[in-house]
């Protein structure tokens, strides 16, 4: 029965639908339906009263005294409407304009303020927050009490414990711990001698001490001065024997490397019947296509050497005795050489010992040799790492490059680079050379494609 | 067969060294810190004598380190710093890498530094051992001073250097210990006698020179840092032992006189004190004011045989000391002047130059009283008669002969005889150049006897004609083994040594005829190489006054030998 109810209640309310019975029946038809409340109790009286229209009027009464403080109907009518007669004419009094701009300022409050004024009926609500405080009557009390104690010239404790407080002493760091810095201030280093401060053992034990230097790092790397002065054909203004003596030992360096050059050219070079011809490439480009006979003879040398070998095989008794008894009359050949040898040895005493005068006269002159090689070497650079020690040039002034004055002169070479070198010289630091910059993956070229359009 | 089978490359040589790398990685640090760790505390690669065996077998070229001396960096201190300054620029990068301007702040100012006192008092435990050191740390203390202060290496470094290397210069000058002088293409050479050691040193050129690209500068920049330090020490110490003040100050009444007018014109006022002690013209401030100079009383020793040889000797310093004592100096524009001023002020000179050059210039080229004035021009405008014009070599000569030289050779426009190296001794038999035999001559001929002396004025003027061969032969057998006895016959008109002489000339013929027939004809082959050497020499003296060209290659090839 409801869903009936139902759909004739939709159907009904489709729009151009003609029911039979007219829209007011239906209305009552619906409202006849309702179910009845009993509006005597008290709980009812909320639910199923309607107030709609009061709560309406006094919402737009509640409004209007929010926001514009005040019924509107009881506003005057002066600040809801004003008279539009149309523009005035501006009159010019010149002597008045600064009055009034003062006056604009002081008297007449901003627009903006007016804008902003406070002017709903309704005030703000009192924070009562504000006046609530915990334990006031406590708080007041000690405030009260420091005042008296202030007054008295007592101080509390905490402030007590700042005022005892050490300063921080602003240590300004060390930033001369550098080393290098211009005015760097020097002391006696060897003037005063350390005193031990504690027990040796416990410094020890405790790492303060420290470590003895070994003595062997003393010792002097090699036994060349530190600074070697030029030959005397380096002077500036050298006599002539000396120049032509260092001129000498550049000309020979520079020989030596052009010989080593021309090794190299000489071990390359090619015999000039090697070079190829027309004939020799033609012969070569035909070899294999044209079609010879082939030399039978080749296959009958090879069955002679196989023969050789197989003929003796066996040793007879015969044999064997005769290998014995020739054995031993070699033996005693050589016994009795050997005796007669050491008999005659007697009268060759003075060409033995001339002999053995010239083998100690070898071994001394070969001692004497190793000698003078160890001690040539102790001045050579030694071989410390992967490079070879590279001398430099001499430096020298060719005999038009010799200036007359000390105006004139023009210095050669670099004491940097010859500093550098020494100290290679001398077993400092191992021989170097600049690091080449190694590409890790190869560079491509790739054209822009505007290029790749031209091209 | 019981017992333990050796392992090859488990004990001996091959365990007493170590390479490069495996020491970086024990002692955990980069290669370039590593580099610098060695070459502040000393340590050098070795050598070893069967790099096989080291080397485990391979011969690949390793750099080898005593595994001895890699121990005992591991306890070297700095090895710490090293450390947090890789840590200190880790997080300094950090800091910028995120616009932490605030960070990047604090982190520099609590920049990790380290300090070499203790490494040099470990390497020079005295002050003479320092001292025997110090010939390498003044030529890079020179050579970097000279570098022009763009930022390749720390400016610091080389205003460092600067103030160091005029320190030592004010030394040398106040204790007048230089002896020789050299100039060379390469540079100047000095040596200096300080407290006994002969110290030699190279002072590159003040013209800029190209910076050749295949020097390792961080390396050369960790020794000049390591030198630095020592040197600064030395200085101290050597200052103290002349009882002046240290740092350096120039004497009251000289810093009055020096005090110009337009001194602003010259440095700014941090640099002017600097600038004007590198003037080297003033003397410096004592610690203990005297009012006049001590001179230094020899102690009285028992009668010695040596004891007047050695005041001799000491005489003889004092006055080298003194070679231009009272002589007025002025620098022209264009020589030299801080080579030239150290040179002349070390041996008692007053010196100035034109106010437009330097600051400390203190009288002007107007000056009467000026005795020389060193000029390097082909001539020169305006001449004043009571003062001498000569070339910048005048004054090298002199200290190198240590005696003032005939001013004639050195005038303006002259040819100058050539500059002879000191450090060259000649034994005999070498080959001496004329100039020095003339040299030797002027030494002689200024020192003893008067009647020699015409004879030697004679030789000197007979030197000069280029045709004279009759007196270089006579010079050259000088030369000879006799020529200890003839100089000795010369110089001394006394009888009593020459009688001395005679005798010892008697003994020695005897001992000659008494030798044994094997030991004369070793004797003869000796004396007859020197007599060949002499005699090429007197050749090569002929060609080298004929000027015959031609004919040097000969001559060279044929006294080569005596240099091998």
């Known amino acids: ?455 | 067969m019981g017992g333990l089978q050796k392992k090859k490359y488990e004990r001996g040589s091959a365990t007493n060294y170590i390479t490069r790398n495996k020491a970086r990685k024990k002692l955990q640090l980069s290669l370039a810190d590593f580099r610098r760790l060695c070459i502040l505390k000393g340590i050098y690669p070795h050598e070893p004598k069967h790099k096989k065996k080291v080397n485990k077998g391979s011969t690949a070229p390793r750099t080898f380190y005593l595994l001895k001396d890699i121990r005992f960096l591991l306890h070297e201190p700095i090895v710490r710093k090293f450390r947090e300054y890789k840590v200190f620029v880790r997080k300094l990068r950090k800091a910028y890498g995120k616009a932490e301007w605030t960070g990047v702040e604090r982190l520099r100012d609590n920049k990790p530094g380290y300090k070499l006192d203790h490494i040099i008092k470990e390497r020079y435990p005295t002050f003479i051992d320092a001292l025997r050191d110090i010939d390498d740390a003044l030529s890079m203390c020179f050579l970097f001073s000279t570098f022009a202060r763009t930022g390749k290496c720390h400016v610091q470094t080389i205003t460092l250097c600067r103030r160091l290397t005029v320190e030592w210069m004010n030394y040398v000058v106040a204790s007048r210990s230089l002896q020789k002088v050299f100039i060379s293409i390469k540079g100047i050479y000095y040596q200096a006698d300080v407290l006994g050691q002969l110290i030699t040193w190279l002072v590159p050129y003040q013209f800029a020179h190209d910076h050749p690209t295949d020097v390792d500068y961080r390396v050369m920049a960790t020794f000049t840092e390591m030198y630095t330090t020592l040197f600064g020490f030395i200085n101290f110490r050597l200052y103290q032992t002349l009882n002046l003040v240290y740092p350096p100050k120039l004497d009251s009444k000289a810093e009055s006189e020096l005090k110009a007018e337009h001194e602003e014109d010259y440095a700014m006022d941090s640099e002017s004190y600097l600038e004007k002690l590198s003037a080297l013209s003033a003397s410096l401030a004592r610690v203990v004011a005297t009012a006049e100079e001590e001179e230094n009383q020899l102690d009285q020793f028992p009668a010695d045989g040596n004891m007047e040889a050695r005041e001799k000797e000491q005489k003889e310093q004092e006055d080298q000391n003194r070679l231009f004592e009272g002589l007025k100096f002025f620098l022209n524009r264009e020589v030299p002047r801080e080579s030239l001023a150290f040179i002349l002020r070390c041996f008692g000179a007053e010196v100035s130059w034109d106010k437009s050059l330097c600051i400390g210039g203190t009288y002007d080229v107007t000056d009467e009283t000026i005795t020389h004035q060193i000029v390097d021009r082909p001539d020169i405008d305006k001449q004043y008669i009571n003062r001498y014009y000569i070339q910048p070599q005048w004054v090298f000569d002199s200290v190198n002969a240590k005696m003032c030289l005939p001013v004639e050779d050195y005038f303006l426009g002259v040819t100058l005889p050539p500059h002879l190296s000191p450090f060259v001794e000649e034994k005999d038999g070498d080959y001496v150049p004329p100039e020095k035999l003339k040299l030797m001559a002027l030494q002689r001929g200024e020192k003893h006897g008067k009647i020699q002396e015409e004879e030697e004025e004679e030789d000197e003027d007979e030197d000069d004609d280029d045709d004279e061969e009759e007196d270089n032969d006579e010079e050259d057998e000088d030369l000879t083994e006799e020529k200890n006895l003839k100089k000795m016959e010369d110089q001394r008109s006394q009888g009593k040594v020459r009688l001395e002489q005679e005798e010892k000339a008697e003994e020695k013929r005897l001992a000659i005829m008494m030798m044994k027939k094997k030991e004369k004809y070793l004797y003869d082959k000796i004396m007859f190489g020197k007599k060949r050497t002499t005699r090429e020499g007197r050749t090569a003296h002929n060609n080298s006054w004929n000027g015959v060209n031609g004919m040097v290659s000969n001559v060279v090839s044929m006294w080569l030998m005596p240099f091998h």
Do not use: C
Request: net charge positive; glycine share 4%; proline share 5%.
């Open chain 1, 1 to 455: 029965m409801a869903a009936v109810k139902r759909l004739k209640r939709v159907a009904a309310l489709q729009p151009g639908f003609i029911s039979f019975k007219s829209s007011a029946e239906s209305d009552d038809l619906n409202s006849g339906r309702r179910k009845r409340v009993n509006k005597n109790k008290k709980k009812n009286w909320n639910k199923h009263s309607d107030i709609q229209d009061v709560e309406e009027f006094l919402d737009d009464v509640r409004l209007q005294e929010r926001a514009t403080g005040g019924l509107i109907s009881e506003k005057p009518d002066d600040s809801l409407f004003f008279v539009d007669i149309g523009e005035q004419k501006k009159r010019v009094q010149p002597e008045v304009q600064e009055r009034k701009k003062g006056k604009k300022s002081k008297s007449r409050p901003l627009r903006i303020d007016l804008i902003l004024q406070h002017d709903s009926l309704v005030p703000p609500p009192k924070d009562v927050l504000a006046h609530q405080q915990p334990n006031a009557k406590k708080l007041r009390r000690i405030a009260e009490n420091a005042e008296k104690l202030a007054a008295m010239g007592v101080l509390p404790r905490r402030q007590k414990r700042l005022l005892n407080r050490r300063p921080a002493t602003k240590t300004s760091k060390a930033k001369t711990a550098a080393n290098n810095f211009p005015d760097r201030p020097y002391y006696d280093l060897w003037g005063a001698e350390a005193r031990e401060t504690a027990d040796p053992y416990y410094l020890e034990q405790t790492g303060k001490r420290r470590v003895k230097r070994p003595e062997k790092l003393n010792a002097k790397p090699s036994i060349l001065p530190a600074v070697e002065v030029i030959a005397p054909g380096g002077s500036y203004n050298p006599d002539f024997f000396s120049h032509q003596v260092l001129l000498l030992e550049a000309h020979e360096v520079e020989v030596k490397r052009e010989k080593a050059e021309l090794r190299i050219e000489r071990q390359l070079a090619v015999k000039r019947e090697d070079t190829a011809t027309e004939e020799t490439v033609f012969q070569e480009q035909v070899e294999g296509l044209v079609e010879e006979e082939e030399d039978e003879d080749e296959e009958e040398e090879e069955d002679v050497s196989i023969r050789g070998g197989l003929q003796q095989e066996k040793k007879t008794e015969k044999e064997r005795k005769r290998e014995r008894a020739d054995k031993i009359k070699s033996q005693q050949k050589q016994a009795a050489r050997a005796f007669t040898d050491k008999k005659q040895q007697l009268f060759q005493l003075r060409s033995i010992q001339a002999t053995l005068k010239r083998r100690e006269q070898r071994t001394r002159e070969r001692v004497a040799q190793r000698k003078a090689n160890q001690e040539a070497e102790k001045s050579m650079p030694r071989r410390l790492g992967r490079l070879k020690f590279q001398a430099q040039d001499l430096e020298i002034q060719l005999s038009d490059e010799i200036p007359g004055s000390l105006r004139t002169l023009k210095p050669e070479g670099s004491v940097l680079k010859d500093r550098f070198k020494s100290m290679q010289k001398r077993n400092m630091i191992e021989p170097r050379e600049r690091a080449k910059f190694k590409r890790r993956h190869k560079v491509k070229y790739v054209e822009k494609r505007a290029f790749k359009e031209i091209t």
